[in-house]
């Protein structure tokens, strides 16, 4: 099995033969690691799409809108993930963003998931019939368990998510009074041991 240091050194050097910059080729290797260690199909769809690359041209969209119609061909998940971190801060004032054709949408995913780290976030995705909840970063929550190729996403949309609690506040009352239940009233031994040395200092 590959290492993700290998993953990402690989991934990274493969980006710049292909013509990418050494910066955009260094989010590329660091994108394709957190693919693999969610569990999802990221040297594959890089290969392909590389392959395809050489043979198809793929719309680069520089400034991100609220809704984001492909002028020719499908954007490149590349540069417009690329463009989306770097637009995040002024992109998460909008409830919702749309895309519309973007060529292999699973190498676009991991920059929406740092995006999510960078804002304090959590951030939904949706491209066909395919979600995803990306957590900070940390993990990705999917119903895709394919291990196959997606060459292409016809509608995209995304949700920036308010930070709430799962929970009622009458449930967290109820747990944390269940967890008083351990704290220690302070004793005179105890405040004397809490003062300093005391009478067993020998300086």
């Given at each position: ?66 809704d984001n119609k492909k002028a020719s061909s499908e954007f ?128």
């Amino acid at each position: 099995m590959r290492s993700l240091s290998e993953i990402d050194t690989t991934s990274k050097r493969a980006s710049r033969a292909a013509g990418y910059s050494w910066g955009i080729s260094e989010e590329v290797g660091k994108n394709i690691k957190i693919l693999e260690m969610f569990g999802l199909p990221g040297i594959k769809n890089l290969n392909n799409f590389f392959n395809n690359k050489k043979i198809k041209k793929f719309e680069n969209l520089n400034f991100i809108s609220k809704d984001n119609k492909k002028a020719s061909s499908e954007f490149c998940p590349i540069v417009l993930g690329t463009n989306f971190i770097d637009q995040i801060k002024s992109l998460e004032k909008f409830n919702e963003i749309k895309f519309e054709k973007i060529a292999y949408p699973l190498l676009f995913l991991p920059f929406v998931s740092r995006a999510s780290e960078i804002i304090g976030k959590r951030i939904f995705l949706k491209f066909d019939n395919k979600e995803f909840l990306l957590n900070f970063n940390l993990n990705i929550y999917s119903n895709f368990l394919q291990n196959e190729i997606v060459e292409s996403a016809n509608t995209i949309l995304i949700k920036f998510l308010e930070n709430s609690d799962s929970f009622s506040e009458k449930e967290w009352e109820n747990l944390y009074k269940l967890s008083e239940e351990t704290f220690v009233e302070e004793s005179e031994s105890l405040k004397q041991v809490g003062a300093g040395a005391g009478l067993t200092d020998n300086d």
